[in-house]
Protein backbone atom coordinates (compact mmCIF):
# COMPACT_ATOMS: atom_id res chain seq x y z
CA UNK A 1 0.00 0.00 0.00
CA UNK A 2 3.20 2.75 1.05
CA UNK A 3 4.57 1.59 -2.00
CA UNK A 4 1.44 2.60 -4.31
CA UNK A 5 1.14 5.44 -2.83
CA UNK A 6 4.69 6.84 -3.52
CA UNK A 7 4.62 5.61 -6.84
CA UNK A 8 0.73 6.18 -8.30
CA UNK A 9 0.12 9.90 -10.31
CA UNK A 10 -2.30 12.08 -8.93
CA UNK A 11 -5.23 12.80 -11.29
CA UNK A 12 -4.97 15.62 -13.97
CA UNK A 13 -7.66 17.57 -11.80
CA UNK A 14 -5.54 17.31 -8.43
CA UNK A 15 -2.55 18.78 -9.73
CA UNK A 16 -1.89 21.84 -8.70
CA UNK A 17 -1.09 24.77 -10.87
CA UNK A 18 -0.31 28.34 -10.45
CA UNK A 19 -2.66 31.02 -10.68
CA UNK A 20 -2.49 34.54 -10.94
CA UNK A 21 -4.53 36.88 -9.19
CA UNK A 22 -5.56 40.22 -9.05
CA UNK A 23 -8.49 42.79 -8.55
CA UNK A 24 -10.78 42.89 -12.25
CA UNK A 25 -12.41 46.24 -12.52
CA UNK A 26 -15.86 46.02 -13.64
CA UNK A 27 -17.49 46.76 -17.22
CA UNK A 28 -18.16 50.74 -18.41
CA UNK A 29 -20.32 52.29 -16.61
CA UNK A 30 -20.45 49.88 -13.70
CA UNK A 31 -19.31 49.64 -10.20
CA UNK A 32 -17.63 46.87 -8.46
CA UNK A 33 -18.33 46.00 -4.53
CA UNK A 34 -16.21 43.73 -2.63
CA UNK A 35 -16.82 42.83 0.72
CA UNK A 36 -15.99 40.68 3.60
CA UNK A 37 -16.32 39.37 6.84
CA UNK A 38 -13.66 38.08 9.90
CA UNK A 39 -14.23 36.41 13.05
CA UNK A 40 -12.14 36.27 16.14
CA UNK A 41 -12.66 33.32 18.03
CA UNK A 42 -10.52 34.05 21.01
CA UNK A 43 -12.36 37.50 21.53
CA UNK A 44 -15.68 36.15 20.01
CA UNK A 45 -16.06 39.55 18.00
CA UNK A 46 -15.86 40.29 14.35
CA UNK A 47 -15.89 42.88 11.28
CA UNK A 48 -17.55 43.60 8.26
CA UNK A 49 -15.95 45.81 5.54
CA UNK A 50 -16.68 46.60 2.07
CA UNK A 51 -15.26 49.09 -1.19
CA UNK A 52 -17.23 50.54 -4.04
CA UNK A 53 -14.64 51.04 -7.10
CA UNK A 54 -15.76 52.26 -10.78
CA UNK A 55 -14.76 50.30 -13.88
CA UNK A 56 -11.48 52.88 -13.48
CA UNK A 57 -10.86 51.31 -9.91
CA UNK A 58 -11.44 54.65 -8.24
CA UNK A 59 -12.40 54.71 -4.72
CA UNK A 60 -16.12 55.78 -4.29
CA UNK A 61 -16.80 54.55 -0.66
CA UNK A 62 -15.31 52.21 1.93
CA UNK A 63 -16.51 51.66 5.35
CA UNK A 64 -15.73 49.20 8.37
CA UNK A 65 -17.66 48.18 11.68
CA UNK A 66 -17.22 46.02 14.66
CA UNK A 67 -19.99 43.84 15.12
CA UNK A 68 -20.28 41.49 17.77
CA UNK A 69 -20.33 37.58 16.18
CA UNK A 70 -20.40 33.82 17.00
CA UNK A 71 -19.18 32.41 13.55
CA UNK A 72 -17.10 32.98 10.62
CA UNK A 73 -19.80 32.17 8.42
CA UNK A 74 -22.45 35.22 10.47
CA UNK A 75 -19.61 37.57 10.10
CA UNK A 76 -19.73 37.15 5.88
CA UNK A 77 -23.37 36.95 6.08
CA UNK A 78 -23.81 40.56 7.97
CA UNK A 79 -20.99 41.70 5.26
CA UNK A 80 -23.39 41.25 2.23
CA UNK A 81 -26.23 42.46 4.11
CA UNK A 82 -24.68 45.71 5.17
CA UNK A 83 -23.27 45.96 0.88
CA UNK A 84 -27.26 45.34 0.13
CA UNK A 85 -28.18 47.99 2.23
CA UNK A 86 -26.08 49.90 1.03
CA UNK A 87 -26.48 49.40 -2.66
CA UNK A 88 -29.99 49.67 -2.12
CA UNK A 89 -29.50 53.43 0.12
CA UNK A 90 -26.93 54.84 -2.58
CA UNK A 91 -28.23 53.42 -5.80
CA UNK A 92 -24.92 51.55 -6.65
CA UNK A 93 -26.45 50.45 -9.71
CA UNK A 94 -25.43 48.12 -11.89
CA UNK A 95 -23.13 46.23 -9.90
CA UNK A 96 -20.84 43.38 -9.64
CA UNK A 97 -20.98 42.03 -5.73
CA UNK A 98 -17.69 39.83 -5.20
CA UNK A 99 -16.49 37.83 -2.21
CA UNK A 100 -13.43 35.73 -1.15
CA UNK A 101 -16.36 33.36 0.91
CA UNK A 102 -17.57 30.57 -1.30
CA UNK A 103 -20.10 29.16 1.70
CA UNK A 104 -21.92 32.64 1.47
CA UNK A 105 -22.95 31.90 -2.36
CA UNK A 106 -24.01 28.65 -1.85
CA UNK A 107 -26.06 29.32 1.13
CA UNK A 108 -27.92 31.92 -0.54
CA UNK A 109 -28.98 29.30 -2.82
CA UNK A 110 -28.61 25.92 -0.65
CA UNK A 111 -30.11 28.10 2.64
CA UNK A 112 -28.35 27.56 5.96
CA UNK A 113 -30.59 26.35 8.75
CA UNK A 114 -28.32 28.04 11.60
CA UNK A 115 -28.81 31.75 9.92
CA UNK A 116 -32.02 31.19 7.84
CA UNK A 117 -33.89 34.15 8.51
CA UNK A 118 -30.33 36.24 8.00
CA UNK A 119 -29.87 34.52 5.20
CA UNK A 120 -33.86 34.99 4.05
CA UNK A 121 -33.23 39.17 4.69
CA UNK A 122 -30.50 38.83 2.14
CA UNK A 123 -32.46 37.51 -0.57
CA UNK A 124 -35.12 39.79 0.04
CA UNK A 125 -32.96 42.85 0.02
CA UNK A 126 -31.53 41.11 -3.22
CA UNK A 127 -34.50 41.30 -4.46
CA UNK A 128 -35.05 44.96 -3.74
CA UNK A 129 -31.87 46.05 -5.25
CA UNK A 130 -31.95 44.20 -8.65
CA UNK A 131 -35.16 45.80 -9.02
CA UNK A 132 -33.16 49.10 -9.03
CA UNK A 133 -31.23 47.63 -11.73
CA UNK A 134 -28.15 44.42 -12.49
CA UNK A 135 -26.61 42.82 -9.87
CA UNK A 136 -24.27 39.87 -10.14
CA UNK A 137 -22.59 38.04 -7.21
CA UNK A 138 -19.27 36.51 -7.81
CA UNK A 139 -16.57 34.89 -6.16
CA UNK A 140 -13.11 36.04 -6.17
CA UNK A 141 -9.80 34.64 -4.37
CA UNK A 142 -8.33 36.37 -0.96
CA UNK A 143 -5.22 37.74 -2.82
CA UNK A 144 -8.01 39.64 -5.08
CA UNK A 145 -9.87 40.93 -2.28
CA UNK A 146 -7.17 42.56 -0.49
CA UNK A 147 -8.76 45.64 0.20
CA UNK A 148 -11.71 44.36 2.22
CA UNK A 149 -9.66 42.38 3.51
CA UNK A 150 -7.13 44.94 5.10
CA UNK A 151 -10.37 46.99 6.36
CA UNK A 152 -12.36 44.32 8.29
CA UNK A 153 -8.92 43.60 10.05
CA UNK A 154 -8.72 46.94 10.94
CA UNK A 155 -12.32 46.99 11.66
CA UNK A 156 -11.40 44.05 15.18
CA UNK A 157 -9.03 46.66 16.49
CA UNK A 158 -11.59 49.46 16.57
CA UNK A 159 -12.49 49.93 20.21
CA UNK A 160 -16.70 50.30 19.12
CA UNK A 161 -19.22 48.07 17.78
CA UNK A 162 -22.21 48.67 15.90
CA UNK A 163 -20.77 51.81 14.71
CA UNK A 164 -20.16 52.15 11.01
CA UNK A 165 -17.12 54.00 9.88
CA UNK A 166 -17.15 55.44 6.52
CA UNK A 167 -14.04 56.48 4.01
CA UNK A 168 -14.45 58.74 1.06
CA UNK A 169 -11.13 57.76 0.00
CA UNK A 170 -8.24 55.09 0.86
CA UNK A 171 -7.46 54.99 4.19
CA UNK A 172 -3.32 54.80 4.81
CA UNK A 173 -3.24 51.03 6.30
CA UNK A 174 -5.29 50.15 2.73
CA UNK A 175 -3.46 52.12 0.50
CA UNK A 176 -0.89 49.86 -0.38
CA UNK A 177 -3.16 47.10 -1.07
CA UNK A 178 -5.15 49.50 -2.68
CA UNK A 179 -2.37 50.97 -5.06
CA UNK A 180 -1.41 47.63 -6.33
CA UNK A 181 -5.05 47.06 -7.13
CA UNK A 182 -5.24 50.56 -9.34
CA UNK A 183 -1.74 48.99 -11.19
CA UNK A 184 -2.73 45.63 -12.35
CA UNK A 185 -0.51 43.94 -9.83
CA UNK A 186 -0.68 40.07 -9.32
CA UNK A 187 -0.36 37.80 -6.84
CA UNK A 188 0.65 34.12 -7.39
CA UNK A 189 -1.21 30.82 -5.64
CA UNK A 190 -1.56 27.28 -5.65
CA UNK A 191 -4.71 25.72 -6.61
CA UNK A 192 -5.82 22.48 -7.74
CA UNK A 193 -7.30 22.40 -11.51
CA UNK A 194 -10.73 20.70 -10.46
CA UNK A 195 -11.01 23.94 -8.22
CA UNK A 196 -10.37 26.26 -10.56
CA UNK A 197 -13.06 24.88 -12.46
CA UNK A 198 -15.35 25.14 -9.43
CA UNK A 199 -14.74 28.54 -8.85
CA UNK A 200 -15.00 29.59 -12.04
CA UNK A 201 -18.59 28.56 -12.63
CA UNK A 202 -19.05 31.07 -8.96
CA UNK A 203 -17.77 33.94 -11.37
CA UNK A 204 -14.14 33.71 -10.34
CA UNK A 205 -12.30 35.62 -13.45
CA UNK A 206 -8.63 34.29 -11.83
CA UNK A 207 -10.02 30.83 -12.17
CA UNK A 208 -10.90 31.53 -15.83
Known sequence: LEYHLLTSKPTISNIPIKVKVKWHPPPRNWYKFTFDGAFNNDCRHGGISGIIRNNKGEWIL??????????????????????????????IIPCE???????????????????????????????????QGEIIMKHNFREGNMVAHK??????KYPSYNITRYFVSPPTFAMDVYCKDQEGCNYVRSCSMIVCSTLASLGNDNAL
Do not use: N, W
Request: charged share 30%.
Open 62 to 91: GYYEKCLIISPIQAEILALRQTLQTIIKEK
Open 97 to 131: LETDATELIRFLEEDYPTYSDLIHECRCLMGKAMQ
Open 151 to 156: MVKEAL
